[in-house]
Each structure stands twice: as structure tokens, then as C-alpha cells.
């Protein structure tokens, strides 16, 4: 006497005979779609099912483990080369010259980088008073006249090459390690929101003639370095002569910006601050909370300040 079952086969291979199933939904596998499990073997569909519905693994502040591939750093990067090649055919090359040590100004830096008061247009030392500049009668607006977008656009300007690739290498260094802790999203507010902080404290304290350069972000992240080594326990000794370098470089140089470096470098450690010692608990909603006052702050800092200017 025979037994008249039928041998189960494999639900994705028909063809293969088996006698184990997935433990979850217990239809017949094959060893080719076998995973192990605690117990027993599950089937591919219910492997997909299970990481599905696992929540996806975060950075130590709560960011997605995207942020290693540095997208948004090779972004920002690109962004930058971008504008400064667009500078270069507007200017036909005027964005190389200058003869300081970060080259000269284009139309673009007239529109676009911060500047106070209106900007005068094809602008050359005043007669009467060399240390101001005169220009043709027409002038671009400044931040006083509500050009705030100025204080946005300037992280995107640079004068010359060396100001640009300066910029561009710490960057790429300290944005990659930044990104892959923060995740992109958070490291993008990072970066962004400590740019314009610095350029807000050029309009406050420098706001005559014209600043730019992705710098106020750049130390804005030098800040946010320190704040992550110190939250996760780690030695400063490594980044302290790159902190010194860039603060002697800062206080010496004539031609940069103390108020958007200082600036920028307190802002990045005010919004890496807010990131990094959120509480685990509602962590996101913390955090955005906490970004979004300092956005408001920072907004009501510039209309004060345009406010009593004109």
C-alpha cells in the first residue's frame, strides 16, 4: 500500500520537492529560498515583510544612515563650483583678478553678496573720500532695502579660486564626517542655518561693502565637530591646531570676515547644540522645534535691525 499524498514543492520553484516550510506562513520552501530565523527557516516574502516593518536604523541624533554616502555634501560642493563658473563667463574671467589673496568681485557678488546699504553699481573709490566706493548712480539693494535673500545667497559666492577651493576641501573634509552623523537632512539644516547666522552677524556688526563665501557654514561646522566629539565622549586633541590655524587665519587675514566667522561658528554650535543633546524621546519633534526658533530669532534679529536703519 502507497501513500497517495503528493510531495508539497517549493511555492516559488513548483518544480522542487520539499518538506519545510516557512515558519511564518508555513508554505513549502526550498533551500534556495530558506533564510534562517531563531526558529526555524522563513521565506523570502516574509523576510521582506518582517525588515519592512522594523523601523530603519538611525545616526546617534536621530538621522538616516544615508548620510554616509555624503550626498549632501557633494551637493553643496557642486552648488558652489557652479555659481563661481557662472561667475567666471558673466565676468569673463574679472572673478580670477583682484589682486588680493581671494581675487575680485563679479555682478554676481554686486546682487547677491551681503551687503548693508544699497550697493553701488561699477562701483571705484570715491574721489573725496577714497575709503568709500561711488559708483554711476545706480546701485543694487542691500539688506536694508528687504534684500534678505542676500544673506542666504552669499554662502554660494566666492572671490577667486583659492577663497573657493579653501572652502570647497574643509568641506568635503568635515562635511562627509558631519553628514554621517547628523544624516542629511539635519546636517543640511546644520550647514545651512549656520551660514546664514554668520551672515546675519555681518549685517549686524559689518555691513558695509560686501561679504561672501561658504566660511560662515565651514566654522559653523568646525563648532558642530567640537559639540559632536564632546557629546560622544571623544578627545578635541585631534581638531585643536585646525581650530587654532583657522583663528589665527581669521584675526590676521584683513580681507576676511571676523564678524562671519565668529558668527558662523556660533551658530553652528548653537543648532548642533540643539541636535545632539535633543532627548532621545520625541527627538524629532525637539529637534525641529528647537531649529525653528532659532530660524525665528534669527529673522527677527535681521527686521530689527533693517528696521532701524532706514
Known sequence: MTDASPVPTCYRHPGRETYVRCTRCDRPICPDCMTEASVGFQCPSCVAEGRASQPAARTWFGGSHAGQLGYVTMTLIGLNVLVFVISLVISKGGALGGGSLFGGSTVLHDWFAVSGPRYPLNA????????????????????????????FTAMFLHFGPIHLLMNMWALWVLGRNLETVFGPARFAALYLLAGIGGNVAVYLF??????????????????????????????????????????????TVSSI??????????????????????PQKNRTAIQVAALSAYTLLMVVITLVTAAGRT
Do not use: E, Q, W
Open 124 to 151: 571705484t573709490p570715491c574721489v573725496d573720500n577714497p575709503g568709500y566706493l561711488c559708483g554711476d548712480g545706480t546701485y543694487a539693494p542691500g539688506v536694508d532695502d528687504g534684500a534678505y535673500y542676500r544673506l
Open 206 to 251: 559689518s555691513p558695509n561693502g560686501l561679504s561672501a563665501g561658504a566660511s560662515t557654514a565651514i566654522f559653523g561646522m568646525f563648532a558642530a565637530l567640537v559639540i559632536v566629539l564632546r557629546k560622544l565622549g571623544r578627545s578635541l586633541a585631534p581638531i585643536l591646531p585646525v581650530l587654532v590655524i583657522n583663528a589665527i587665519f581669521t584675526f
Open 257 to 278: 570676515s571676523i564678524a562671519g566667522h565668529v558668527g558662523g561658528f556660533i551658530a553652528g554650535g548653537v543648532v548642533a547644540a540643539a541636535l545632539a543633546y535633543a
